[in-house]
């Protein structure tokens, strides 16, 4: 087992998704959170979890769990992360982190006032071939980077009370599927200087599909593309002078990639070599963290993800996207 215990808020897929790479990875699994018993109960009877709570507050407040990894969907995120952090627990908010950039910043600040960890679920950022990645990157291999092209896009149902479409949950293809390859771009070439984007929107007010333009002070570009009403090739590139990166689809999960010069010759072949989804990197990479104490991140700093949301806040700006309350 490894050294944090963990403690899940809530159960919906991801949560599936994140118990059963956290199960085959040995982590110390031991507490579920629901809003009801019988959610609770059924969660943790399918994973083997030991613990079972009719509410987020009992597990937050069970003394042994030491992180809790929120789950629920986007407009929650804020109000459950420092639930835990009020009640001295570690948090792996899942992304995108928080619906703004002022509730990102709000967590943020209370973690550090806490001397906690707070950190974004962005969990590509962990997989094995994103660090070789960014190993080729430091490398000079490249040359001078002056482009990134990524796109994440997926056919998903039109009902208007599926969550991906319902702008009282946080929907739409921006906070859902466009944070992959935004974060990409700030994770390959920084903050962006200026910012374009356009999308169009369902009756329901969230976007289905948003085009994104960066540009930096050094001169490079990074495009995007997101979707929730077609599935396209859901592939990333990396453009250099000297070569280039393609990552195979799906980009954003474990998958191979090649660095490619300007003539056609492959001068690296990666294949990633992960059975499960990858969601153990995440896991793995917030223990870290607590036992260095390093609690403002490094592969993903919380003042990245706080200047991320703003980027997002901005794109929203210019689409006309805006959540109940103003958020």
């Not at 982190?97 to 550090?112: G, P, S």
């Not at 796109?151 to 946080?170: C, W, Y």
């Not at 995007?224 to 090739?233: A, D, E, H, I, K």
């Given at each position: 087992?490894?050294?944090?215990?963990?403690?899940?808020?809530?159960?919906?897929?991801?949560?599936?998704?994140?118990?059963?790479?956290?199960?085959?990875?040995?982590?110390?699994?031991?507490?579920?959170?629901?809003?009801?018993?019988?959610?609770?109960?059924?969660?943790?009877?399918?994973f083997?979890i030991?613990?079972?709570?009719?509410?987020?507050?009992?597990?937050?407040?069970?003394?042994?769990?030491d992180?809790?990894?929120?789950?629920?969907?986007?407009?929650?995120?804020?109000?459950?992360?420092?639930?835990?952090?009020?009640?001295?627990?570690?948090?792996?908010?899942?992304?995108?982190?928080?619906?703004?950039?002022?509730?990102a910043?709000?967590?943020?600040?209370?973690?550090?006032?806490?001397?906690?960890?707070?950190?974004?679920?962005?969990?590509?950022?962990?997989?094995?071939h994103?660090?070789?990645?960014?190993?080729?990157?430091?490398?000079?291999?490249?040359?001078?980077?002056?482009?990134?092209?990524?796109?994440?896009?997926?056919?998903?149902?039109?009902d208007p009370?599926?969550?991906?479409?319902?702008?009282?949950?946080?929907?739409?293809?921006?906070?859902?599927?466009?944070i992959?390859?935004?974060?990409?771009?700030?994770?390959?070439?920084?903050?962006?200087?200026?910012?374009?984007?356009?999308a169009?929107?369902?009756?329901?007010?969230?976007?289905y599909?948003?085009?994104?333009?960066?540009t930096?002070?050094?001169?490079?570009?990074?495009?995007t593309?997101?979707?929730?009403?077609?599935?396209?090739?859901?592939?990333?590139?990396?453009?250099?002078t000297?070569?280039?990166?393609?990552i195979?689809?799906?980009?954003?999960?474990?998958?191979?990639?090649?660095?490619?010069?300007?003539?056609?010759?492959?001068?690296?072949?990666?294949?990633?070599?992960?059975?499960?989804?990858?969601?153990?990197?995440?896991?793995?990479?917030?223990?870290?963290?607590?036992?260095?104490?390093?609690?403002?991140?490094?592969?993903l700093?919380?003042?990245?993800?706080?200047?991320?949301?703003?980027?997002?806040d901005?794109?929203?700006?210019?689409?006309?996207?805006?959540?109940?309350?103003?958020?």
């Amino acid at each position: 087992m490894s050294g944090l215990r963990w403690g899940i808020l809530a159960t919906g897929g991801i949560a599936h998704a994140f118990a059963r790479d956290l199960r085959a990875a040995g982590i110390d699994l031991i507490a579920v959170g629901s809003r009801s018993q019988e959610g609770a109960d059924a969660f943790a009877a399918e994973f083997d979890i030991p613990r079972a709570y009719p509410s987020y507050e009992a597990l937050v407040t069970d003394p042994d769990v030491d992180i809790v990894y929120v789950s629920t969907p986007h407009p929650m995120h804020a109000e459950n992360a420092m639930l835990a952090l009020e009640n001295d627990t570690h948090v792996l908010v899942e992304k995108p982190f928080t619906l703004n950039a002022t509730e990102a910043a709000q967590i943020r600040d209370l973690a550090a006032t806490k001397g906690l960890l707070a950190m974004e679920a962005m969990w590509t950022r962990y997989l094995p071939h994103m660090g070789r990645i960014r190993e080729i990157l430091a490398s000079g291999v490249l040359g001078e980077v002056r482009a990134v092209i990524a796109d994440h896009t997926q056919k998903v149902t039109d009902d208007p009370s599926h969550r991906l479409n319902a702008i009282e949950l946080g929907g739409g293809a921006l906070l859902d599927l466009g944070i992959y390859p935004i974060s990409f771009t700030w994770d390959v070439l920084g903050a962006p200087t200026t910012v374009q984007a356009s999308a169009r929107l369902r009756p329901t007010g969230v976007d289905y599909e948003v085009a994104t333009i960066f540009t930096y002070d050094r001169g490079a570009l990074a495009t995007t593309l997101s979707s929730s009403v077609t599935r396209g090739p859901n592939t990333a590139t990396v453009l250099g002078t000297d070569a280039r990166i393609d990552i195979d689809s799906v980009w954003y999960s474990p998958t191979s990639f090649r660095v490619v010069a300007p003539d056609g010759t492959v001068l690296e072949s990666y294949e990633s070599d992960v059975e499960s989804r990858g969601m153990q990197y995440q896991a793995l990479a917030a223990e870290r963290l607590v036992a260095e104490g390093n609690f403002a991140g490094d592969i993903l700093p919380i003042d990245e993800t706080v200047a991320i949301m703003g980027t997002l806040d901005e794109i929203r700006r210019q689409i006309g996207l805006v959540y109940p309350g103003g958020r």
